[in-house]
């Protein structure tokens, strides 16, 4: 009976480590993949653009990465969530993302939201919320909302200060 114990102690120990290893890995890769859409982020602003940077990553490597690029094309759609979406479906071959993560520096707004749900996006991360138009947790739940054909796993705060700070430093230079 004391044997039956331990083994079974034994297994529940291996599972938890197994588990704390795999969310620590996954923090890790988190933190990676958001400095680099904070590059991204740091790369519009100096070109002008508001600093929301993305990366798309598909089994562990980046897909497709950008800037808000709304100013340089013209183009009222041209986040940084969409024309990473755009470029890694090109790249990808197929219009649905299944299986991707998408790392954003800023909430996403209502439109990226949806075009998370249309690409079936498998998971989000992202920096700083929006408390005036995001669509993932402040202002709205759209990628949760059960009503909808597609759900997302949402991680939010990640660099979080790092990413509100890189907004709130660019339009401190605009004031």
Not at 13 to 34: C, G, P, T, Y
Not at 35 to 41: G, R, V, Y
Not at 134 to 150: I, K, M, Y
Request: glycine letters at 8%; hydrophobic letters at 45%.
């Amino acid at each position: 009976m004391w044997d039956m114990c331990l083994h079974h102690s034994w297994l529940y120990a291996k599972v938890f480590l197994r588990e704390r290893a795999i969310l620590w890995f996954r923090m890790n890769s988190d933190i990676e993949f958001m400095q680099e859409a904070l590059e991204e982020a740091r790369a519009a602003a100096m070109a002008g653009e508001v600093p929301i940077g993305a990366v798309l990553v598909h089994g562990g490597s980046v897909v497709a990465r950008s800037g808000n690029r709304t100013i340089r094309d013209c183009d009222p759609t041209a986040h940084a969530e969409i024309v990473v979406l755009r470029e890694a479906a090109r790249a990808l071959g197929n219009y649905r993302l299944a299986g991707t993560t998408l790392y954003v520096t800023i909430e996403p707004c209502s439109m990226c939201a949806g075009a998370m749900i249309q690409a079936r996006i498998e998971r989000l991360v992202y920096g700083a919320d929006d408390p005036k138009g995001g669509a993932v947790r402040t202002c709205f739940q759209l990628l949760s909302d059960e009503r909808l054909n597609h759900r997302v796993e949402v991680t939010s705060g990640v660099l979080a200060e790092d990413c509100a700070a890189a907004i709130q430093s660019f339009f401190a230079g605009r004031r």
